[in-house]
C-alpha cells in the first residue's frame, strides 16, 4: 500500500496521509516529480512504459512518479529513477526547472504539485538493475527525436511543456530569460479584477487575489502589462508597490509581474500557491 504526504497548496505538510488509487480530498494536494536525465551529448533519457501499465501503456516518457510519504521531492526523483530505470542519481547533479500546481484541468482532478527535474548523468543505462517492471526499454534520443516521436502519437502528450521550458537547457541556448531590469520597480495602476470577483468568461473562476495592470506599460500581447498583487486581504481599485518577481510563461506571450505593495519579499511557494488558480492552465516560472 502505498502512502503520500498531503499538502496545502502552499506546499505545506498538512500531516495527514492519502493511499494511492483513493481519490483526493478538494483543496489538498500531493507531489509528484518528472524526472529528465541528460548526458553530455545533449541527450535525454527517455522510458518506455510497461505493457501491463494501465495508463499510457508503450507510451514514452521520462522518468518520475508519485513522492511517498516522508519523502522530499528530490529523495522522490532519486527513488522513482532507480526503481524504473536503475540508474543512482545523486543530489548534487540534480536541478530543479519548475514547479506547477495542478488542481482540476479539463475535468480531470489532478490536486497535486509536480516538480519538474534536470538531472545531468554520462553512465551506462542499467534498466537490468531496476527494482520494478513498470518499464519495458530505455533510451537516450535528441530533443528533435522526441519532437518527431512526441508528433508521432508514441509520447506522453502531458510532457509537452518539454518543448517549451527545457529552451532554457538546451546546449548554446540563447533562450535565457533576465528581468533585472524590471524586478525592483516601483509601478502602479488600476485592478480590473479584484480579489472575490469572478473571471469574465469563465463564472466558476474566482480570484483569490487582486489582479490587475501596469498604466502606460504595454506587454507582449499588445495589452498593458497585468500584475497579481499582493499584500493585502481586501478588493482594491488601484495600488501602487514594488515587482519582487516575474512569472514566465513559457507557452504564452504574456509575462505576470508579482507586486508587492510595501516591497515585503513573498515567498515562492506563497505566490505559486495564490496564483495557480489561473496559472495552472500554463507553464511558468517566476524568476527574481
Same mark, same amino acid.
Given at each position: 500500500?502505498?502512502? !503520500?504526504?498531503?499538502?496545502?497548496?502552499?506546499?505545506?505538510?498538512?500531516?495527514?496521509?492519502?493511499?494511492?488509487?483513493?481519490?483526493?480530498?478538494?483543496?489538498?494536494?500531493?507531489?509528484?516529480?518528472?524526472?529528465?536525465?541528460?548526458?553530455?551529448?545533449?541527450?535525454?533519457?527517455?522510458?518506455?512504459?510497461?505493457?501491463?501499465?494501465?495508463?499510457?501503456?508503450?507510451?514514452?516518457?521520462?522518468?518520475?512518479?508519485?513522492?511517498?510519504?516522508?519523502?522530499?521531492?528530490?529523495?522522490?526523483?532519486?527513488?522513482?529513477?532507480?526503481?524504473?530505470?536503475?540508474?543512482?542519481?545523486?543530489?548534487?547533479?540534480?536541478?530543479?526547472?519548475?514547479?506547477?500546481?495542478?488542481?482540476?484541468?479539463?475535468?480531470?482532478?489532478?490536486?497535486?504539485?509536480?516538480?519538474? !527535474?534536470?538531472?545531468?548523468?554520462?553512465?551506462?543505462?542499467?534498466?537490468?538493475?531496476?527494482?520494478?517492471?513498470? $518499464?519495458?526499454?530505455?533510451? !537516450? *534520443?535528441?530533443?528533435?527525436? =522526441?519532437?518527431?516521436?512526441?508528433?508521432?502519437?508514441?509520447?506522453?502528450?502531458?510532457?509537452?511543456?518539454?518543448?517549451?521550458?527545457?529552451?532554457?537547457?538546451?546546449?548554446?541556448?540563447?533562450?535565457?530569460?533576465?528581468?533585472?531590469?524590471?524586478?525592483?520597480? /516601483? $509601478?502602479?495602476?488600476?485592478?480590473?479584477?479584484?480579489?472575490?470577483?469572478?473571471?469574465?468568461?469563465? #463564472?466558476?473562476? =474566482?480570484?483569490?487575489?487582486?489582479?490587475?495592470? $501596469?498604466?502606460?506599460?504595454?506587454?507582449?500581447?499588445? *495589452?498593458?502589462?497585468?500584475?497579481?498583487?499582493?499584500?493585502?486581504?481586501?478588493?482594491?481599485?488601484?495600488?501602487?508597490? #514594488?515587482?519582487?518577481?516575474?512569472?514566465?510563461?513559457?507557452?504564452? $506571450?504574456?509575462?505576470? !509581474?508579482?507586486?508587492?505593495?510595501?516591497?515585503?519579499? /513573498?515567498?515562492?511557494?506563497?505566490?505559486?500557491?495564490?496564483?495557480?488558480?489561473?496559472?495552472?492552465?500554463?507553464?511558468?516560472?517566476?524568476?527574481?
Amino acid at each position: 500500500m502505498e502512502k !503520500w504526504d498531503l499538502y496545502t497548496k502552499y506546499r505545506e505538510k498538512t500531516g495527514k496521509e492519502h493511499v494511492r488509487g483513493e481519490e483526493l480530498p478538494d483543496g489538498l494536494y500531493h507531489l509528484v516529480v518528472h524526472v529528465w536525465i541528460r548526458n553530455s551529448k545533449g541527450e535525454y533519457l527517455i522510458s518506455k512504459r510497461a505493457a501491463d501499465r494501465t495508463v499510457n501503456p508503450l507510451m514514452w516518457e521520462s522518468a518520475g512518479g508519485s513522492v511517498i510519504k516522508g519523502e522530499d521531492s528530490i529523495e522522490g526523483a532519486i527513488r522513482e529513477v532507480k526503481e524504473e530505470v536503475g540508474i543512482n542519481l545523486q543530489k548534487e547533479s540534480g536541478k530543479l526547472v519548475f514547479s506547477k500546481i495542478r488542481g482540476e484541468i479539463d475535468g480531470k482532478k489532478f490536486n497535486d504539485i509536480m516538480d519538474v !527535474w534536470l538531472f545531468e548523468y554520462d553512465g551506462e543505462l542499467s534498466l537490468g538493475n531496476a527494482t520494478t517492471s513498470e $518499464v519495458e526499454d530505455c533510451r !537516450w *534520443a535528441l530533443p528533435e527525436e =522526441i519532437k518527431q516521436m512526441y508528433d508521432n502519437g508514441e509520447f506522453v502528450e502531458t510532457l509537452d511543456y518539454f518543448f517549451y521550458v527545457f529552451k532554457e537547457y538546451m546546449p548554446d541556448s540563447t533562450y535565457k530569460p533576465d528581468y533585472s531590469n524590471i524586478t525592483g520597480k /516601483i $509601478v502602479s495602476g488600476r485592478i480590473d479584477r479584484p480579489l472575490g470577483s469572478q473571471h469574465p468568461r469563465n #463564472k466558476k473562476m =474566482i480570484y483569490p487575489i487582486n489582479y490587475g495592470y $501596469v498604466e502606460g506599460v504595454f506587454a507582449e500581447d499588445g *495589452a498593458e502589462q497585468d500584475v497579481y498583487v499582493f499584500g493585502t486581504d481586501k478588493p482594491l481599485d488601484t495600488y501602487k508597490g #514594488k515587482v519582487i518577481a516575474v512569472l514566465h510563461r513559457f507557452n504564452d $506571450v504574456e509575462d505576470k !509581474w508579482i507586486v508587492s505593495l510595501d516591497g515585503t519579499d /513573498i515567498p515562492d511557494e506563497k505566490i505559486l500557491g495564490d496564483i495557480y488558480f489561473q496559472e495552472q492552465f500554463f507553464y511558468g516560472k517566476l524568476y527574481r
